[in-house]
């Protein structure tokens, strides 16, 4: 038995997509906050159980009979960390043979103020004493290609990154990780640093997009805090808006870059490349 929690999210549904592909669906379970959002899963065979990190109780009831356990990161930004600590106990209580969980790129280093979160996760696992495999995922390309209209609208990318190469992958080569991960045997104790094959800067992510669209496009590096108070004008929470230019400012200091190939190694591929990204972003503008 494979429990994902978060599998209504964008990776979760990845993953879910992807395990399929390999284990029955009768073997499959998504832990989800709202059920009603699942039907599609249910439907598809995929047993479906009710997971609040907010309620212990439930984390216990959706984990029972998990062998494996892929624990995708909450995305309450501030609260992350005792909801992961409430689902490492109900892992721990109900004996999961393997936590799967899905941290950032280089956590045990980063500045960026999303790593602590990760971390002190990470911590919480290890002192668990549960067997675990960790995923340190990198960026998404999909935070830079998803929405991509108002690039478009003005010719101008906003960041603070300065030259600092990103190592982006796809959330479905992440995905692929996280399976090959639940699924492959020997992967306890093992920390992958997952990150694209072609790590690229905020400029060479501009002019592939002008290149692509047929339209000038231009990144704008900002001071960090000047791209904090830009994206909350933008209508971003402050606390989300603080996350990203930390995030930016990490990658100028070339913390999101990563050059191991792990990725790569583990889903037997080559990662999702920028222009393919484009690409897809461009037809969803």
Known sequence: MIVVTGATGHLGRHVIDQLLQKVPASQVVAAVRSPDKAKDLAARGVQVRHADYDQPATLESAFQG???????????????????????????KV???????????????SGISLAAEHLGTEKAIRASGLP????????YLENYTENLGSALQHGVLLGAARDGRIAAAARADYAAAAVAALTTPGQEGKVHELAGDAPFTMSELAAEVARQA?????????????YEKALQGFGLPGPVAQMLASADAGIARGELDDRSGQLHRLIGRATTSLAQAVAAGLKRA
């Open 66 to 92: 998990a062998q494996q356990l892929l624990l995708i990161s909450a995305n309450e930004v501030g609260r992350r960390l005792p909801q992961h600590e409430a689902a490492v106990n109900a892992a721990r």
């Open 95 to 109: 004996g999961v043979r393997l936590l799967a969980y899905t941290s950032v790129l280089h956590a045990d280093t």
């Open 132 to 139: 675990f495999v960790l995923l340190r995922n990198g960026w």
């Open 214 to 226: 047929g339209k000038p496009v231009a990144y704008k590096d900002l001071p960090e805090a000047e």
